[in-house]
Nanobody, 127 residues
C-alpha cells in the first residue's frame, strides 16, 4: 500500500522560508516521478513543481527561482524548499507520486498522472 505523509508546514512572514517533506512508503521515490501541488481556499488545486524519473525538475512560473524540489533517496522522501515566501503562496500543499511507467515530462503537471496523494500540509504566509 502506497502512503505519502507531508510535514513541515506552518506559518511564516512574507520573505521567510519553509521546507516541506513527504515521507513515502510502498513506492520507490528514486526511480519515479513526483510532484508538489497546492490549493488555496476556494480555488482549484494547482501544480507547483515536479521531478521526473531522470531527476529533472520543472516549476510553475509563480514559484520559479524561489522553490526547490528534490528527492532524498536514502530516506525515500520528496522535499520542497521554499524561499522568499509571499502571501499568495498560502495554501494546502500536497505531494503526489506518479504512475510507475514514468510519464513524459510534458504531462507531469497534470493531476491525472498522479494516482497517489498525501493528505496535505498547510502553509500560511502573512504580510
Amino acid at each position: 500500500q502506497v502512503q505519502l505523509v507531508e510535514s513541515g508546514g506552518g506559518s511564516v512572514q512574507a520573505g521567510g522560508s519553509l521546507s516541506l517533506s513527504c515521507a513515502v512508503s510502498g513506492y520507490t521515490v528514486s526511480t519515479n516521478a513526483m510532484a508538489w501541488f497546492r490549493q488555496a481556499p476556494g480555488t482549484d488545486r494547482d501544480w507547483v513543481a515536479n521531478i521526473d524519473c531522470d531527476g529533472i525538475t520543472t516549476y510553475a512560473d509563480t514559484v520559479k527561482g524561489r522553490f526547490t524540489i528534490s528527492k532524498d533517496n536514502a530516506y525515500n522522501t520528496l522535499n520542497l524548499h521554499m524561499d522568499s515566501l509571499k502571501p499568495g503562496d498560502t495554501a494546502m500543499y500536497y505531494c503526489a507520486a506518479a504512475y510507475t511507467f514514468c510519464p513524459r515530462r510534458a504531462v507531469l503537471m497534470q493531476e491525472e498522472m498522479y494516482p497517489y496523494w498525501g493528505q496535505g500540509t498547510q502553509v500560511t504566509v502573512s504580510s
